[in-house]
């Protein structure tokens, strides 16, 4: 199986930029989604295929992927960006499926 | 586009309970719906997927057998039935709706949640 590993928790102060990375072996090879999940909230789409932003979503978010890592970018952190944020992949195996990293809480301090 | 789930649930051990995802605002039939579950607590797993153009389902390790993915085109919705519940099937269960047309897509929009609890 494929296994996608996220750092537990990232903190970061109002203005500054954060950096969430998703580790996986060759993730440069697939394409990575990220999601944005406020408590009590269903998850939101905030960046698909590696760096491309939804309708709606802020030019602050952004993402890239190389090597063995993708990462999400928030800069100008507001506090309203205080969430969990999961990176996903499709990862085909005998089977097509979906995988998502265990998540990380971003803190604004 | 809007996915509306059905409201929470609480069933016994052993017990099956069916989940409704309605969805409206684009054609059914173009978009797969995916499934996951979140325990408390806890992060996303994929519970399955099913081709709303085929009703093909296919589903996640560790949820083969009792979880079984179903659709009604007729009234754009999509099912998941877990049959012999267990306490740690408690969770919030997603439906969510593939982007359209792409090879390996992100979940673009995504249902509100179902509770399920399972508890004697």
């Known amino acids: 199986s494929y296994v996608l590993t996220q750092e537990p928790s990232v903190s970061v102060a109002p203005g500054q930029t954060a950096t969430i990375t998703c580790g996986g072996d060759?993730?440069?090879?697939?394409?990575v989604h990220w999601y944005q999940q406020k408590p009590g909230q269903a998850p939101v789409l905030v960046v698909n295929?590696?760096?491309d932003r939804p309708s709606g979503i802020p030019e602050r978010f952004g993402g890239s992927n190389s090597g063995n890592t993708a990462t999400l970018t928030i800069t100008r952190v507001e506090a309203g960006d205080e969430a969990d944020y999961y990176c996903?992949?499709?990862?085909?195996?005998?089977?097509?499926?979906?995988?998502f990293g265990g998540g990380t809480k971003l803190t604004v301090l | 586009v809007q996915l509306v789930q059905s409201e929470s649930e609480v069933k016994k051990p052993g017990a099956s309970v069916k989940v409704s995802c309605k969805t409206s605002?684009?054609?059914?039939?173009?978009?797969?719906i995916n499934w996951l579950r979140q325990a408390p607590g806890q992060g996303l797993e994929w519970v399955g997927w099913?081709?709303?153009?085929?009703?093909?389902?296919m589903y996640g390790q560790g949820f083969r057998g009792r979880f079984v993915v179903s659709l009604d085109t007729s009234v754009s919705t999509a099912y998941l039935v877990i049959k012999s519940l267990k306490s740690e099937d408690t969770a919030i269960y997603y439906c969510?709706?593939?982007?359209?047309?792409?090879?390996?897509?992100?979940?673009?929009?995504w249902g509100q949640g179902t509770l399920v609890t399972v508890s004697s």
């Open positions: 969510a709706r593939e982007e359209a047309d792409v090879g390996t897509p992100p979940l673009d929009s």
């Open positions: 605002g684009y054609t059914f039939t173009k978009n797969a």
């Open positions: 099913i081709n709303t153009n085929t009703g093909d389902p």
């Open positions: 060759n993730i440069e090879s697939k394409s």
């Open positions: 295929d590696d760096s």
């Open positions: 996903q992949v499709w990862h085909t195996d005998t089977d097509l499926y979906v995988v």
